[in-house]
Structures are given as structure tokens and as C-alpha cells.
């Protein structure tokens, strides 16, 4: 280990700059000096957690999809689980109610926030259609070991991913004469979710779009097929017949002033529509509350897309409030999320999509999330408020086959995180920020990352280049700092190379964080290329940079400290 002092070059500050930690920490950890403070994420009995030894504390849990495996249902088939451990852990044993062993693995790594983790995979099919009960038994390093249990139910039969509907082949139906339709009936209210209900988050003001809107739209309205408007009628049956009906080449209006109230998932299934106008679509019903694009050559523009209601982070395809899922060539201008149970604008499977002065606030979960493999996009000048994890989020999962490709974000503002950071990039390749604005951020402002927990494609050939960082890592639970390259799932797909952060100011981060940048790598790790140059840094930690990594796999030149140039490679 060698630390070195800037005493040299800044006498009124003594700031520790590089610390380069050896790789002898554990297989896939973070340097156990570097761990924060944990996060509890759920009790242990909430967990379904049963003590040996030693005692349970908080922060373990048992998910299977990003959610909590205690009391949900599964589909009748192969199941990701992950485990995760406040403590370290060396094994995992997964069995059945009668103790038969179904999996194993030593495997364990650790995720961004410092919690141990461990991913095994089971065959629910043979248990279709009945309660069942999963036991985990986790064996510490000392021997001792420590059991987490989860009920839960698995689907009657399999539950295959939904996929995208083709586009229509068959002669569109004419657009109807506007007249006055038979109302359509109003849906059951659903069941109030039985889970304490959490505030939505409140917007903080995020700049208005750079483009001004254009109040006046010529096309069909939303109310020539029976829609209201007057937010109290649940005009979820009309305004789905004007997608479904609508010729290819129509532009489908939604006045200004007008909020259509809806209570089901809006389809955007046929090519070539248009939706525009300055109105707004409001859900009601949180868990059916997206407007969902999966044809080609769809545009949406002006639209607000509002949920009220929201009491919880529920994450499917069916509740991110705008998804574009599998199409071609969407286009998206200026159009405002107000509220979301997952996502506010989420990209599933798009290609050469364009997203323009998208303004998104107060979301459960990431406010942008490409994924899937989304490739060839275009996102710019988005502003996201108050967003429940990460501002805009480029994240590649493993299990999708291949990562996201070749996607730009250009001037993207974030203010204000509750959770998670502000600009990402979780695997992918050829991914590109620029102009960064990132302010309060809950973890780290820029974090590019191959995550453990998660089990994403390494980033390759990233770059964020310039932009301001204000106030970065305010949560104290969590340890990233401004900026954090972390190389965590070693075993994963994929090597992690030429990464680039550069010319970024940084202002006020959290002073109690560990460093300003980090640069972490796995036991056996070979990330390299990683640039991190031409930082200028006011305030915040006094350990400047932390580099698990010899100098040959990275450089940090061009870094300048209240005012002063300052050298930071060693």
C-alpha cells in the first residue's frame, strides 16, 4: 500500500491523493477500509429471516427480479435469486421446505453499497401452482452459519417475457366520424395495496424544456373517439380505440387543457402515429399506469404523462410511466413525467430512438433507464427531479444476451437523487455523456460500473466528458464519492477498457466520504484504459483519489484543487 501527502504542492491543505490498495481483500470485495456504513434494506423478519448464528441484524434479504422473494409469486421456471449478506459470507446453500439441497455456489461478491452478494438459479417448474418455501443457509467465514427463509407462491404455468406486438399488416380502419359514443364502462377500483404507502416524491423545479411547446396541433383529437377529458372519466377505452383505429400517418391530438384520466396500460402498438398536443394522459392506477410504445416510427410530443397515487417502487414494463419496448426509429419531444411507480421513460429493446427535452420528476426508480439491449439512441437536453434511483441510466444485464450500443446523452441535467446516482453507465459499449449537470446526487454523481448484483456486461468504450458536479454522495450510508469506476463482477461477461471521465467540476461533495474518485477493481480484474483526467475540485474530501489498480491500467492527469494544480498519479 502507498499513500502520498499534497503537502508538496497545496501546503495550506494536507490532502492524501492516491491510494493504491492491494488485491489480497477477498475475491470480487471492495477494500473492506472503503466499505460504508450499511444500508438496511429490509428487517430480517421482514425478510423472512430465521437466526442461528450469529445474530440476523438488518440488511439481508432474499429477491428474485429485483423484488423481495417473501410473499410474491413466481413463474413456473428458472428463477434468478439473489442473496445478500450485511456480513461476508464464503458459500450459499439453497433448499427446499424438507432441507433437500436444489443449488450452491461460492461465488459471493459485493455490491455497490458494500453488501455482500450471491446469485443462484433454480427450476421452480416442477413446483407449478403451489405455495412453496425457499431456505437459504449462508456459512460465514468463522464457520458458523445463518438461515433466511422466504414463502411464496409459484404460477400455475410458465410465464413467458412479454414481447413486443408485431405491426399491424391487415387495412387500417378509417377514423370514426366524431359523434357521441356509448361511454365506456369504468374498470372495478382495484384493491388498495396493502404496503405502507410512501409520499411520492416532490418535485424540487426543474428547468423548463429548452424548446418551446406548441399549443396549437392539427390532427384528430383524443375526443372524436368518445374520450372526456375532464379528468374524472376514465377514458382508458376510448382513447386505446383511437390507437387501434387510427390510420398509419395520423396525428392523434391531446388538447391543451384537457387531462384524459386513464386506468389500464395505454398501447401504442400500430407504425407511423403520432401523438402530440399539450394535454395530459393521468393514471390512476399505479401498477397499470404506462403508456406503452412498441411500434415503429411512433412519435410523442408535448404530452404530459402524469400518475397520482403513487404509494410504492413496483418495476414492470406495465408501470414505468412512458416505456418504449422493441420498436424502431421513436421519437420522443418534450414530453413531461410527472410521477411513476418504476421508471419515467424506460427503453427496452429500442433502436435508433431519438428522446428530445424529455422533463421527468418524481419517479420510484431510475428517471431515463435504456436497457435491454437498446441500441443507436439519442438523448438530449433531458432533465430529471427528484428521480427514486439513478437520474439516467444506461444499464446491460447478462441475461439479456447483449449489451446496450452505441447511445448518446447529450447535456442532461439531474437534481437531486433520493436514491441511487446521477449519470450511469452498468455495462454497455460505445455509450457517450456530454456536458453533464449533476447536483445532489444520493450515491455518486458519474458511476460506471460491471455490478455483482445485478450481473451486467462490463462498460466498454465509455466516455463522460465534461460538465458539473455539485454536491455529490450526500446520503452518509452510502461511500462513492463524486465518481466511482468500480470493476465488481470479475467473473462476468466481458473485459472493462476504455473508460473515460474528463474535464468535470466538482464542487461540495459530501466531506465525510472516503475519497472524491475511485477507481475499485475485483481480485483478478483486468479493467484497464480507465482515464480519469482534468477534474477541478473545490471543497469536499481531503483523500482525493483512490485507485485499486497499478498506474499502467489508468491515469489521472490535469486534475487542479482549489485552484492549485495538483498531481495525483503515483
Request: glycine share 12%; net charge positive.
Amino acid at each position: 500500500m502507498a499513500t502520498s501527502s499534497a503537502a508538496a504542492h497545496h501546503p495550506r491543505r494536507n490532502r492524501s491523493l492516491v491510494v493504491v490498495l492491494g488485491l489480497g481483500l477477498g475475491l470480487g470485495l471492495l477494500p473492506q477500509g472503503l466499505v460504508p456504513p450499511l444500508v438496511p434494506t429490509a428487517a430480517a423478519a421482514d425478510a423472512g429471516a430465521v437466526a442461528t448464528t450469529p445474530a440476523v441484524g438488518s440488511g439481508y434479504s432474499l429477491t428474485a427480479g429485483g423484488r423481495k422473494l417473501f410473499g410474491s409469486t413466481q413463474p413456473a421456471g428458472v428463477v434468478d435469486v439473489v442473496v445478500t449478506s450485511p456480513q461476508r459470507i464464503t458459500a450459499v446453500r439453497l433448499a427446499d421446505a424438507r432441507s433437500r439441497t436444489l443449488t450452491s455456489t461460492t461465488a459471493v461478491g459485493r455490491d455497490s453499497l458494500g453488501q455482500h452478494v450471491a446469485a443462484l438459479r433454480v427450476d421452480l417448474a416442477a413446483l407449478a401452482g403451489s405455495s412453496t418455501k425457499l431456505v437459504a443457509h449462508l456459512t460465514y467465514p468463522s464457520g458458523s452459519t445463518h438461515r433466511l427463509e422466504a414463502t411464496f407462491r409459484v404460477a400455475a404455468a410458465p410465464v413467458a417475457a412479454p414481447t413486443p406486438a408485431p405491426a399491424a399488416t391487415a387495412a387500417p380502419a378509417p377514423i370514426p366520424t366524431p359523434a357521441t359514443p356509448t361511454p365506456a364502462p369504468t374498470p372495478p377500483t382495484p384493491a388498495v395495496p396493502t404496503q405502507t404507502p410512501t409520499p411520492t416524491p416532490t418535485p424540487t423545479g426543474a428547468p423548463a424544456p429548452a424548446v418551446p411547446v406548441t399549443s396549437a396541433v392539427s390532427g384528430t383529437p383524443l375526443t372524436a373517439f368518445g374520450a372526456v377529458g375532464d379528468g374524472v372519466t376514465d377514458d382508458t377505452a376510448a382513447i386505446q380505440r383511437a390507437f387501434d383505429t387510427a390510420r398509419a400517418g395520423t396525428t392523434l391530438v391531446v388538447p391543451a387543457g384537457k387531462i384524459f384520466r386513464h386506468t389500464d396500460v395505454l398501447r401504442l402498438k400500430r407504425p407511423d402515429l403520432t401523438l402530440a398536443g399539450t394535454g395530459t394522459l393521468r393514471a390512476t392506477r399505479e401498477e397499470k399506469s404506462s403508456l406503452l410504445v412498441s411500434g415503429d416510427r411512433t412519435t410523442v410530443r408535448d404530452v404530459t404523462l402524469e400518475l397520482v397515487g403513487s404509494t410504492r417502487r413496483i418495476g414492470t414494463w406495465e408501470d414505468m410511466k412512458l416505456t418504449v419496448l422493441g420498436a424502431k426509429d421513436v421519437t420522443l419531444e418534450r414530453v413531461r413525467v410527472r410521477g411513476s411507480a418504476g421508471a419515467g421513460v424506460y427503453f427496452w429493446g429500442a433502436e435508433r430512438f431519438t428522446a428530445t427535452d424529455l422533463s421527468v420528476s418524481g419517479t420510484r426508480a431510475d428517471g431515463i433507464h435504456v436497457t435491454g439491449p437498446s441500441s443507436d439512441g439519442t438523448i438530449t437536453r433531458p432533465v430529471v427531479t427528484g428521480s427514486g434511483d439513478d437520474g439516467v441510466a444506461v444499464v446491460s444485464y447478462a441475461q439479456d444476451g447483449q449489451p446496450v450500443r452505441r447511445v448518446t446523452v447529450t447535456s442532461p441535467t439531474v437534481l437531486g437523487t433520493t436514491w441511487g446516482r446521477g449519470v450511469t453507465v452498468v455495462g454497455g459499449e460505445d455509450i457517450t455523456y456530454s456536458d453533464i449537470r449533476v447536483e445532489r446526487s444520493n450515491a455518486a454523481a458519474v458511476y460506471i460500473a460491471k455490478e455483482p448484483g445485478w450481473r451486467t456486461f462490463a462498460p466498454v468504450r465509455v466516455r463522460v466528458v465534461g460538465g458539473t458536479v455539485v454536491d455529490a454522495n450526500q446520503s452518509r450510508t452510502v461511500d462513492h464519492g463524486a465518481v466511482l469506476v468500480w470493476d465488481g463482477w470479475v467473473a462476468g461477461p466481458g473485459q472493462m477498457r476504455d473508460v473515460v471521465v474528463e474535464g468535470l467540476s466538482i464542487t461540495g461533495t459530501r466531506s465525510s466520504a472516503s475519497r472524491q474518485v475511485g477507481f475499485l477493481r475485483g481480485l483478478g480484474s483486468t479493467a484497464t484504459g480507465v482515464h480519469l483526467n482534468r477534474f477541478s475540485i473545490t471543497g469536499g474530501p481531503t483523500n482525493l483519489l483512490v485507485a485499486q489498480a497499478p498506474p499502467g491500467d489508468y491515469e489521472a492527469k490535469g486534475w487542479v484543487v482549489d485552484g492549485r494544480a495538483v498531481c495525483v498519479e503515483r
